[in-house]
């Protein structure tokens, strides 16, 4: 794929338009604190401008989008991992309405990163799994694997939460 050197400012507005809400929601399922999901949109978005190759489909474009923002995620969590600090988990004030999510997102959140993402790439964003298994880098049988264990997971944690 051909490379370009920069991107006209127009056309970052529209991707961020079109996807920023999207990706947000990504990196703070992965991220679980929004100031953290909001640093990493914005490295999302200076790689896309920077460097994004030419795309031929506006899926590519997407599919793309996800794919840097969940490795900037993972960049993240692995410094995190290594630098911990005692840090408040505000990924809760992004809920909209507790009566639909009754506890779900609590949940989720308990889940291990890998588990997490294949369920929102499939359940929130309804991508297929050969989309994700792309995105991913994983094989289309591994990424059922994982939404097979994230559902018995979730359905565990959300049990044990609300029985």
């Known amino acids: 794929m051909k490379h370009t050197l920069a991107r006209p400012a127009d056309d970052l507005e ?3 338009e079109a996807y ?5 929601r990504i990196c703070l ?3 679980g604190n929004g100031s953290d999901a909001e640093d990493a949109l914005q490295e999302v978005f200076i790689k896309y401008y920077s460097k994004a190759p030419a795309f031929t489909e506006e899926e590519h474009k997407k599919a793309w989008l996800i794919t840097v923002a969940s490795n900037q995620c993972r960049d993240m969590l692995r410094y995190r991992n290594k630098h911990p600090l005692a840090e408040d988990t505000d990924i809760y004030a992004y ?4 009566s639909k999510n009754s506890g779900i997102l609590d949940a989720l959140m308990t889940l291990p990163e890998k588990f997490r993402l294949v369920l929102v790439l499939h359940y929130v964003e309804e991508y297929p799994v050969q989309d994700i298994a792309r995105m991913i880098g994983r094989t289309p049988s591994a990424v059922k694997m994982r939404l097979q264990k ?3 997971l979730l359905k565990e944690a959300y ?5």
């Open 20 to 24: 920023g809400n999207m990706l947000f």
């Open 14 to 16: 529209q991707v961020m």
């Open 159 to 163: 049990g044990k939460e609300y029985m």
């Open 29 to 31: 399922v992965m991220l």
């Open 150 to 152: 994230g559902r018995k």
């Open 95 to 98: 809920k909209t309405d507790d």
